[in-house]
């Protein structure tokens, strides 16, 4: 089972709990309202489905670290910010995701080269004037790390993009997931995980104001 939400970022801010206050309070002033728009909306969201008091959600959300539940039972969090949306996934297996706006200046191209592997360089050499596979690699590669890094530390270039059988490999590990990655209104969207033999694709739930 897989859940994802698409969450304006000019959506009002929710509760937090105490510790999250005091993580809030070491960050600059953009960086703590991204911090607490996303953890107000993970508990608030995650309340509905576990249909506890937000308040009560097992939550461990320090700044720039995985998050998780305390509890295994609640399944696993991944969480990925772009200019103007959150998007929060929850499963019942260990997943990685990602978002990026698609109007994102072409720069992301010359980003994507630093992290390429030589077998992907036809993906930016045949899109010269497009920004579809940059954001396709960065969205699927960021995934991947996400989808790992509570258990090694990865990086964006340790991971290969196979688009044909939608599938990455870490050359370091030889660990293979599958991913997803599709195009929600302005966001190109990557998924990543394991087994999607145990996923359904979801339904997207867009909160907005």
Known sequence: MLKLWVVYKNTPLKFISNQE???SQELSNLRKREYIHSRSYIRYLISFLVEIDPRKIPLHAPPSQPIKFLDDKFGFLSISHCKDC????????PIGVDVENINRSKNIKKITRKFVNISENYLLDNDENSN???IKLWTVKEAAVK?????NKNFLNDWICNFKDNNVLNFKTN???SFYSFKFIDWQIAIVSKNFSYIDFPII?????
């Open 147 to 151: 989808w790992k890094s509570s258990q």
């Open 86 to 93: 959150l998007l929060i996934a929850w499963s019942k297996i």
């Open 205 to 209: 739930c867009l909160v907005k104001n």
């Open 175 to 177: 660990e293979r997931a």
């Open 132 to 134: 579809f596979y940059p």
């Open 21 to 23: 206050i005091k993580w």
